[in-house]
């Protein structure tokens, strides 16, 4: 094990995977506590689905920051390295996570509550956009050429790591001391559980070194000077293609994740834990379906695999609402494991080795996160809020959500058709790729 830790690309992928679990569990725990309590303890003196909408509202603020935090560290990522951000990104999502657990609700301070609670969750959108794109690239700059995808899944793993952590965390704490005083404050306890986490993080994210392919940049004096500049000069094509490549993969994961949690309370009761169980049990497989499928894109290719989840993808939705109208957990668990661990995973598996190398060494960091999290916005944070609006407009129909999930599948698809297939690339040269079909 040691002499394993010792290799460079072992260190940064396992690196990688601490502290993207950890920020995902931080992030994940807000989508999870959204769709749980926070319209109750934040929102009580509105109607039910009045407060839905706006926790959902306030889950979307975490994604609408996170394209500045791409911003930000995508500039000083290429200008000083991958290193130092990871580990401010990582600090900034602890202390945000932790200040969540100690909120006063709504009976508590009225209107400040939920004030309180956007400027945290956008603390957290600030450093989840600054993480994605360093932890991928420590991974995928470290890998030798034939493994990239592989390596760049174990920051990919983060997600459903993070997605475990937080449902787990949640169930249990429910389990162990049940509704009602989970109510009152057992969804304070994996908030301020986190802190633990992060030091764990903390330590082992100073003890990586950036990839040789970017320190030999910075010692020849060839970083770009503004990095956002020249991606946005010489890489346009490359930052949409990726943009429209999260739509499908992200804005599905959290309509199965988030959304996916209330409306599965609808039909089974807001204290039955058929979609917490569900979420918990898909991610467990993501911890093996997401490196399977980008060590099988290391193999065909990132294109392949992306069009089958994509496509995919959109066929199999209106299943998902099938299982859940059924009433039959069985059936409600295997939908959100295909949609996800099928589907989902397909393109997540190879997303950060595909997005990185998309991009030449010198705006990597900008390129890769600013795409990634631009595409998240639309995608991510605002799909659950989309989807409970579509339900109401559809009069609790899922139907306008399909179409609107099949929309994100179409661009999706077209995107990865057009991006370069670049899994036989033999080395991460500092020259970025060409667009091709």
């Known amino acids: 094990m040691n002499s394993a830790l010792r290799d460079p690309a072992t260190k940064a992928g396992i690196g990688g995977f601490v502290g993207t679990t950890i920020e ?51 500039h000083l990522g290429d200008r000083v390295g991958r290193k130092p951000i990871l580990v401010s990104s990582l600090l900034l999502m602890g202390i945000a996570t932790l200040a969540i657990g100690l909120l006063p609700t709504y009976v508590q301070v009225g209107l400040a509550a939920p004030a309180l609670l956007v400027t945290v969750r956008l603390l957290q959108g600030l450093a989840a956009g600054a993480e994605w794109g360093g932890a991928a690239l420590l991974a995928v700059e470290h890998a030798t050429p034939g493994k990239r ?20 965390g949640f169930a249990t704490v429910r389990w162990l001391i049940g509704n009602d005083s989970f109510d009152a404050w057992g969804w304070r306890l994996p908030f301020l559980a986190s ?44 930052l949409w293609l990726t943009a429209g490549m999260r739509l499908s993969q992200n804005g599905g994961y959290t309509i199965y994740t988030t959304f996916g949690l209330t409306y599965i309370a609808q039909h089974f009761g807001t204290h039955n834990d058929v979609g917490l169980t569900a979420i918990l049990v898909s991610s467990a497989l993501g911890l093996i379906s997401t490196p399977a499928w980008a060590v ?77 999290q631009f595409g ?24 306008l959500i399909v179409a609107f999930y099949a929309v994100l599948s179409a661009i999706t698809a077209v995107s990865a058709y057009l991006a370069a297939e670049t899994h036989r690339l033999p080395t991460l040269s500092g020259r970025p790729i060409a667009v091709t079909a």
């Not at 986490?197 to 004096?221: H, Q």
């Not at 995919?312 to 059924?326: E, I, N, R, W």
């Not at 494991?337 to 990185?356: L, R, T």
């Open 24 to 74: 995902w569990y931080d992030f994940y725990l807000y989508g999870t506590a959204t769709a749980l309590v926070f319209d109750r303890m934040f929102f009580p003196d509105i109607s039910p689905t009045a407060g839905t909408l706006a926790a959902f509202a306030t889950f979307a603020a975490g994604f609408g920051a996170r394209p500045i935090g791409a911003l930000v560290a995508g």
């Open 149 to 168: 995808g592989f390596y760049g899944s174990l920051v990919q793993v983060g997600s459903p790591a993070g997605m475990l952590l937080a449902s787990g």
């Open 195 to 238: 802190i633990v986490l992060i030091a764990v993080g903390l330590v082992i994210r100073m003890k990586l070194d950036d990839g040789l392919v970017f320190t030999e940049v910075r010692e020849r004096d060839e970083l770009a000077r503004w990095p956002l500049l020249e991606v946005a000069r010489t890489q346009q094509k490359n």
């Open 376 to 399: 998240s916005v639309v995608s991510g944070g605002l799909a659950p809020l989309i989807a409970a609006s579509l339900l109401i407009a559809g009069g609790g129909q899922p139907w």
């Open 296 to 372: 099988l894109s290391d193999r065909v290719g990132r294109r392949p695999l992306y069009l089958f989840g994509a496509i995919g993808g959109g066929l199999f939705l209106p299943a998902y609402f099938l299982a859940v109208g059924s009433g039959s957990p069985v059936l409600v668990v295997l939908a959100v494991v295909v949609g996800i661990n099928v589907f989902q995973d397909a393109m997540y598996g190879p997303q950060a080795a595909w997005f990185s190398e998309l991009f030449g060494t010198r705006v990597r960091y900008s390129g890769a996160s600013i795409g990634y």
